[in-house]
Nanobody
Framework: QVQLVESGGGLVQAGGSLRLSCAAS????????MGWFRQAPGKEREFVAG????????YLTNSVKGRFTISRDNAKNTVYLQMNSLKPEDTAVYYC????????????????WGQGTQVTVSS
């Protein structure tokens, strides 16, 4: 089992920044690909960013390219999502996900999920 706990969400004005953190515990964090998803009210959950266990491969959905960055610190068992130039349409609950396969994470069928953290961007 892998337990994931997100933090760092909050209320921010448009153009501002937030950094989300996802702390993992349980099995060996280094073996897992990680990802971030989000779900806005009335919408389906969508992929935001994914990262291989090595950190060498990253994927970002088009709407956040140039604004968001995903990274990990394996020594701290933590993955981050740095979000800059936030827009009101970024408002959502953000979820962390983990799986042994990066493709599985990107595809939205990861084995492990956190409880989510709310991000609200005001205009």
């Amino acid at each position: 089992q892998v337990q994931l706990v997100e933090s760092g969400g909050g209320l921010v004005q448009a153009g501002g920044s937030l950094r989300l953190s996802c702390a993992a515990s349980g099995r060996t964090f280094n073996n897992y690909a990680m990802g971030w998803f989000r779900q806005a009210p009335g919408k389906e959950r969508e992929f935001v960013a994914g990262l291989a266990w090595t950190g060498a491969s990253t994927y970002l959905t088009n709407s956040v390219k140039g604004r968001f960055t995903i990274s990990r610190d394996n020594a701290k068992n933590t993955v981050y999502l740095q979000m800059n130039s936030l827009k009101p349409e970024d408002t959502a609950v953000y979820y962390c996900a983990a799986d042994l396969g990066l493709g599985t994470v990107v595809g939205g069928t990861a084995a492990y999920w956190g409880q989510g953290t709310q991000v609200t961007v005001s205009s």
